[in-house]
């Protein structure tokens, strides 16, 4: 784990709520050194593993996303809530610790047979990810990993998108 990129993620204790420690990236961002680790490793793993597209997952993913997918110099492809997208798109329904949300991508987006990398932040259960992952491969997009700056493996999420999913997680950080 690197150790300059670990240490500027801010542990905000019984955020949203009492018990959760809230690992907070606001703090890696702005830290420049940190964050250009964090852009240059995930660089040095993908830049030979001919991806095509880089879907990032609203709202933290973007940040990095955006960043990743102009270093890899390919298409940023934007994964958001529901009813924020203005053009045709498909829907995924996902599950919330309280109840669902919905995750929406613009159908012209993925091209069939597109390489595409998903990005966020964190895993935690792994359900964002999993909608996230569900929507490109249903326009046809092959899912080579999804890759994000933390993982709480005690939620499970990385261990479940790796087997349910079938789909390989990278992770820089795991966090309790
Ligand atoms: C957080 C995080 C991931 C998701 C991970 O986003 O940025 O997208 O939760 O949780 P999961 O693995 O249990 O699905 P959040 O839903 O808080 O949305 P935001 O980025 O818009 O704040
Ligand atoms: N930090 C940010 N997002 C999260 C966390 C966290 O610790 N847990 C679940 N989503």
Do not use: W
Not at 32 to 58: C, H, W
Not at 71 to 81: A, G, H, M, Q
Not at 104 to 115: N, S
């Amino acid at each position: 784990m690197n150790q300059t990129i670990a240490s500027s993620i801010r542990t905000i204790p019984g955020h949203p709520k009492p018990g959760i420690n809230f690992r907070d990236i606001t703090t890696l961002l702005e830290n420049p050194k940190a964050f250009r680790m964090t852009i240059d490793q995930f660089v040095q793993r993908y830049m030979d593993q001919n991806i095509t597209a880089v879907a990032g997952i609203e709202s933290r993913g973007f940040v990095f996303g955006s960043v990743l997918a102009y270093e890899l110099s390919v298409p940023f492809l934007s994964i958001r809530k529901a009813g924020k997208l203005p053009a045709e798109t498909i829907s995924q329904s996902y599950q919330l610790e309280y109840g669902e949300d919905v995750m929406e991508i613009h159908k012209d987006c993925v091209k069939p047979g597109d390489r595409v990398l998903i990005i966020d932040d964190l895993i935690a259960t792994g359900g964002t990810v999993s909608a996230a992952i569900k929507l490109v491969r249903q326009l046809g997009g092959v899912v080579v990993e999804s890759c994000f700056v933390i993982d709480l493996p005690d939620l499970g999420g990385s261990k479940k998108v790796q087997e349910e999913m079938d789909c390989p997680c990278y992770s820089i950080c795991e966090f309790e």
